[in-house]
């Protein structure tokens, strides 16, 4: 593989040694560098971007004419007239050939100039100095109000991080590719996790190498763009260069330095403290340990304009150990191993007709820790003693793939307006597999590694979207309107019978009680069948579900004059399996102090359908509380069980948006900050656990949960978006940001059903349905605050990067609740003084120093978490995660030491 990446590079790099080459540098009116800036040889497709520092280079013909554009800047062309070296300057204005993509379907709209807060991240630039290797992270700590937070032992949750906008879950949130919607994983975050009942889209199966730049909307937007969009929008536009080869090489690693004392306060025993008594028998001052290699190219397709773009990246990251207790010798972050590839292109055909197209595949072998079972001397006949004498600790892995593609035509019609005909198709797989495990009731006779089946999702989108803009009303109208149909499957597959079987006595699977004996071990207690760690998907829990829905939507913007813009969005959907809704949105800005200073806001109602997931997921499982494993049962909503627990069908989400706020330009300094309000009613939300024996007994668990409109929820907050860019002497610039978020999430009414003919109190019954335990999950989906410090400075050889991020407190209940939950309100009262975990504010800090040794080599040094700060520890063994501290945002794997090879030609 490493040669042939080499011969790749050779050769690609031989390809930009023929003809007039072209140097320059391209600055802001400040004289501050512009980092991706457009060039273009007018009449060809050959182009290039600026790099981080400003500076491009092209070959061009003789008498060639040079074409610039960048967001928010006009447009320039420039004849080359011989001169080896062209240095521009952009004017600030509206550029047309890049328009963001979300938030408005004005095709003169840029970031700067719309009605609502939209973010726009250079992701490429972010990850070439950071040493984040994933989408998420980078998110994680370039977006205001973007949350993701790492689970560990939380079995799939391990191998898909939940993220989230605003504090709302991770299906509230909209992703499109290219403005094209993207398709969610398949997963559904059901234990111990953040956005517990959700299934959210998985951006880390988007290469962060392949993306142009990030435009994050943080409003709602279900009027503009359907379902999921409550929180706001996140739109990944890919790279479409048409020269230039460039990648890089990204090596780093965990300390595992996490400080003594851990044993004297916990009183027992622990594994992995400063990296000795390690679970996998290694002492390592660092773990985790990663390598990324991403290559990009770009090359022309025809003369007219057409390109196409590829990205492959590779990715390899050890798994960390942080400090455990016996039951959970595994606490830490899951391995992974992936590929990805990206493609992007698009090919004119005439004048006014392109075709294009985009896509990807990404592969992902995971691997996390399950909870550990001790040996069966030791009282647990969990473990075959033949197999396990010491106990075991198995594995949960998975083969994540994901698919898409996306193929159109856009077209521009003689009467001016614009033709878009798309269709979108993408499906996620995700497929488990059990290692250094066994089926307890199979004995001796038990295999050690398991198929444990999985789950899917497909969803294929077909759309045609009109839109025109016409000068001449008033300041400038935008018109857009179109619809799209689109279906979606989701399914569940079995795995191996060894995985979900439970055996009898003669080691044949148990089919009838009747005339069966369960096979016992040598107490005479019943053995546990099913693979440990994660028991298989049965014949039982298959399900293949589909639906379809189709939305028609009209969306407007008006200049009223130059300062004053209005804009409003109505969308129609019907549903096959609810029903249908409609949604609207009105936003304005108005400009005052000579353009320097905008007020804008917002009024939206949007809508989240109940998904497939949520409706037919179902599964037996192994819920663990203080290291005992307890049968649990989710079941789907549309199970016999569901109903005679009283809880009823699924139905949408409906929500109310509201935001106000402003944003300033003059000299160097911008300010965006805006306030919101997300009322969201019929919240879809994983109960706690119902243990009705006459109803569960026969199932052959002890408790079971399920779906349901369970809270009405109202989220207030501030985003602050602050930078400031100034030149320092002949060459250097400084660059200061500061993001921030303060949010507030308040549970306004718990929607308790009426159980008839259950024996529970109406305390009881609130308790059981959402209580303090889960409330605190969904309120600490975000921290009340998240403020971020970025101070850089730059020189055409040199930069350096330092960020400062302080989370805020959060508090949550641990598992004490699962364990003896409460059955009247003054119990609950009197368990919150012991099972209240709380996480003291922790400020993070990143450094990055990097040097260019050439126009192509460049070199970046680092540390994220520079000080090894780690959550406050509660551990007292009932954590959400078994180990060193629940799940929170700012991570507990410690300090992370890396560095970079980037190379552009």
Do not use: C
Request: glycine residues 10%.
């Amino acid at each position: 593989m490493k040669h042939f990446y080499l011969v790749l590079l050779l050769f690609f790099s031989a390809q930009f040694a023929i003809g007039q080459t072209i140097n320059g540098t391209i600055t802001d009116p400040e004289g501050l560098p512009l980092p991706n800036v457009n060039i273009i040889e007018k009449g060809t497709s050959n182009g290039v971007t600026s790099d981080f520092d400003g500076n491009y280079s092209i070959n061009v013909n003789e008498n060639a004419t040079l074409i610039f554009s960048y967001v928010g800047y006009d447009t320039q062309e420039l004849d080359v007239n011989g001169q080896s070296s062209i240095n521009v300057t952009m004017a600030e204005g509206v550029g047309l050939d890049e328009v963001i993509l979300v938030g408005s379907r004005s095709p003169r709209r840029t970031a700067v100039d719309t009605a609502v807060p939209v973010d726009v991240l250079d992701v490429a630039g972010i990850a070439s100095i950071t040493g984040k290797v994933e989408v998420n992270e980078i998110l994680q700590y370039a977006a205001p109000s973007f949350n993701a937070s790492k689970q560990s032992g939380s079995d799939g949750a391990d191998h898909v991080v939940p993220a989230s906008l605003r504090g709302l879950g991770p299906d509230q949130t909209l992703v499109l590719i290219n403005g094209k919607r993207r398709h969610q994983s398949s997963l559904v975050n059901i234990f111990g996790t953040r956005g517990r009942g959700n299934s959210g889209t998985d951006l880390n199966a988007i290469p962060a190498s392949a993306i142009k730049r990030i435009e994050v909307l943080r409003d709602g937007a279900s009027a503009q763009y359907g379902s999921d969009a409550i929180a706001g929008v996140i739109n990944i536009v890919l790279k479409d260069n048409t020269e230039g080869f460039s990648g890089g090489l990204t090596y780093g690693a965990y300390s595992t330095a996490i400080g003594d004392g851990w044993e004297e306060k916990s009183g027992e025993t622990l594994y992995n403290v400063e990296g000795e008594n390690r679970l996998d028998g290694k002492d390592r001052k660092y773990d985790g340990e990663t390598v990324k290699i991403d290559l990009n190219y770009g090359a022309a397709l025809g003369k007219d304009g057409g390109f196409v773009n590829f990205t492959t990246e590779f990715l390899s990251k050890d798994n960390t150990l942080r400090p455990g207790f016996s039951w959970r010798k595994g606490y830490g972050s899951a391995g992974v191993d992936g590929f990805n590839f990206m493609i992007n292109a698009a090919v004119p055909v005439g004048d006014k007709t392109e075709v294009y197209a985009f896509g990807g595949r990404n592969f992902r072998d995971t691997d996390a820790y399950a909870f550990s079972r001790d040996s069966f001397d030791d009282g647990d006949n969990r473990s075959v003693p033949s197999l396990y004498p010491d106990g075991f600790t198995p594995r949960i892995t998975s083969n994540i793939t994901d698919v898409s593609v996306s193929a159109g035509v856009r077209h521009e019609m003689n009467n001016g307006w614009n033709a878009d005909f798309n269709n979108t198709y993408g499906k996620n797989n995700f497929h488990y597999y059990i290692k250094d495990s066994n089926n307890a009731s199979m004995q001796d006779a038990s295999p050690t590694d398991f198929d444990a089946g999985g789950h899917y999702l497909s969803q294929n989108t077909t759309g045609v979207d009109f839109n025109k803009y016409f000068e001449d009303v008033a300041a400038g109208l935008s018109i857009a309107f179109g619809m799209e149909y689109r279906t979606e499957n989701f399914g569940i597959f079995a795995g191996e019978v060894a995985s979900y079987a439970l055996y009898d006595d003669n080691g044949i699977p148990l089919t009838n009680p009747d005339t069966q004996t369960v096979a016992t071990d040598s107490n005479g207690d019943e053995l546990p069948g099913g693979s440990q760690g994660f028991p298989g998907y049965s014949p039982a829990n298959e399900i293949d579900r589909s639906r379809t829905n189709y939305g028609i939507y009209l969306d407007s913007e008006v200049n009223i004059s130059d300062d004053f813009l209005v804009a409003g969005a109505v969308r129609y959907e019907n549903y096959s399996d609810f029903g249908n809704t409609f949604n609207f949105k009105v936003a304005s800005r108005y400009k005052l102090l000579d353009d320097a200073l905008a007020i804008r806001g917002s009024v939206s109602t949007g809508f989240r359908a109940p998904s497939l997931a949520q409706l037919y997921y179902n599964l037996i499982f192994n819920n663990i509380v203080a290291g005992v494993s307890v049968p649990s049962l989710l079941s789907a909503n549309n199970s016999t069980v569901t109903k005679a627990f009283g809880i009823e069908s699924l139905k949408e989400e409906k929500a109310f948006n509201g935001s106000l706020g402003f944003t300033f330009s003059k000299s160097g300094f911008t300010a965006t900050i805006d306030g919101y309000l997300i009322n969201v009613d019929d919240r879809i939300i994983l109960t706690d656990n119902f243990t009705d024996q006459a109803i569960l007994g026969p199932l052959g668990v002890d408790a079971a949960q399920f779906f349901a409109n369970g809270v009405d929820t109202q989220t207030t907050g501030l985003d602050i978006v602050l930078s400031y860019k100034m030149s320092v002497g002949d060459n250097g610039n400084i660059n200061v940001g500061v993001i921030g978020n303060l949010n507030k999430l308040k549970i306004k009414n718990i929607n308790t059903p009426e159980f008839e003919g259950s024996s529970m109190t109406d305390e009881e019954a609130e308790l059981r349905f959402f209580g303090p335990f889960s409330q605190a999950y969904l309120e600490a989906a975000a921290p009340d605050y998240k403020f971020g410090l970025n101070l850089g400075y730059a020189t055409p050889k040199f930069n350096v990067l330092v960020s400062l991020t302080q989370f805020s407190e959060v508090v949550l209940q641990d598992f004490q609740w699962v364990d003896s939950p409460p059955v009247t309100f003054a119990e609950a009262d009197a368990l919150k003084l012991t099972a209240t975990d709380t996480y003291d504010a922790r400020t993070i800090v990143d450094l990055s120093l990097g040097y260019k040794f050439s126009k192509s080599i460049s070199l970046t040094l680092g540390a994220n978490n520079l000080f090894n700060k780690y959550p406050t520890s509660q551990f007292d063994g009932w954590t959400d995660q078994g180990g060193l501290a629940d799940s929170v945002q700012m991570g507990s794997d410690g300090r992370y030491i890396f560095t970079r090879l980037g190379f552009n030609f």
